[in-house]
């Protein structure tokens, strides 16, 4: 059973190569995949789509990250993180020159939810990543190295590691109320929030005056400090996305793909 299934993971994978290398799809600069690894092919849906973000949930277990929204009772070894993201990544950016899309040199984020233990999972995540040098900006001594991939963490998220380190490879994700606080954005590149929390407009007709107002202040305070604005569980329709694009919203949360990507080509 076991050379079968070494076996089936090994053709999986060189499938996935071969879909990599054909992936040309035009770059969606404010897509974010929403519990990415529920699609039928994590990443890969996305990358197919144009999607510039994905969002990965991941537990700590025996010393590896297994991508899940619930913690599972036996984890399935073709569910790791490094399986299911970060070796599709490295292998799109050797074959497109240090880019994700080909012949494109669109940036591209990784969000990792922690939904455990927050310094057990984060010293996981630090040694995978710091295994695909080149692939992942990082900070080193203060100062920015590039690369294709930004990951930041969501969840349980190690803050004051993060904030007290000099040299880190991950960033930290944000929220409104860590707003003014003097946090860069090398170390906390963008805020996120429930969106119920932030306005309650259901996406129909014209949004509000008054939820125009507080939507666009936020945005306003979020870009001041070079950092950008991502909402969950917001409404999805074309007419909410425009709405929340024009308001200064950096990122659409979407869990239908190919309807986001015909809204971006339609505009």
């Known amino acids: 059973m076991s050379i079968l299934r070494d076996s089936l993971y090994l053709f999986l994978a060189l499938t996935a190569i071969g879909h990599l290398s054909a992936q040309s799809a035009v770059p969606v600069p404010y897509a974010h995949a929403h519990n990415d690894y529920e699609h039928d092919r994590p990443l890969l849906d996305a990358l197919d789509h144009g999607f510039t973000s994905v969002e990965a949930d991941v537990y700590a277990i025996d010393g590896e990250l297994y991508v899940y929204h619930d913690r599972p009772e036996l984890p399935d070894p073709a569910r790791t993180l490094r399986k299911l993201y970060l070796d599709p990544l490295q292998q799109l950016a050797t074959k497109n020159n240090g880019s994700i899309y080909s012949g494109k040199p669109a940036g591209f984020q990784l969000m990792i939810d922690i939904k455990n233990d927050a310094d057990a999972a984060y010293e ?21 190295i590039p690369g294709p991939v930004m990951v930041f963490l969501s ?30 954005a090398a170390k906390m590149p963008v805020i996120s929030e429930n969106y ?9 007709g014209r949004m509000p005056r008054k939820e125009r107002v507080k939507l666009r202040t936020l945005c306003k305070k979020i870009h001041r400090e070079g950092k950008q604005l991502r909402l969950w569980a917001m409404p999805a329709t074309e007419n909410a996305w425009a709405a929340y694009l024009k308001q200064g919203i950096d990122w659409i949360n979407a869990d239908d793909l190919a309807r986001l990507e015909v809204f971006y080509h339609r505009r």
Do not use: C, M
Not at 127 to 144: A, D, K, N, T, V
Not at 165 to 172: F, V
Not at 196 to 204: A, L
């Open 196 to 204: 119920g929390k932030v306005i309650h407009w259901n996406g129909e």
């Open 155 to 184: 969840g349980n998220r190690p803050i004051r590691t993060i904030l007290e380190a000099d040299s880190h490879i991950a960033r930290l994700d944000g929220r409104p109320e860590d707003i003014g606080k003097g946090y860069p």
């Open 124 to 144: 996981l995540i630090r040694q995978q990543l710091s295994e695909y040098p080149g692939l992942f900006s990082r900070i080193e001594h203060g100062r920015e």
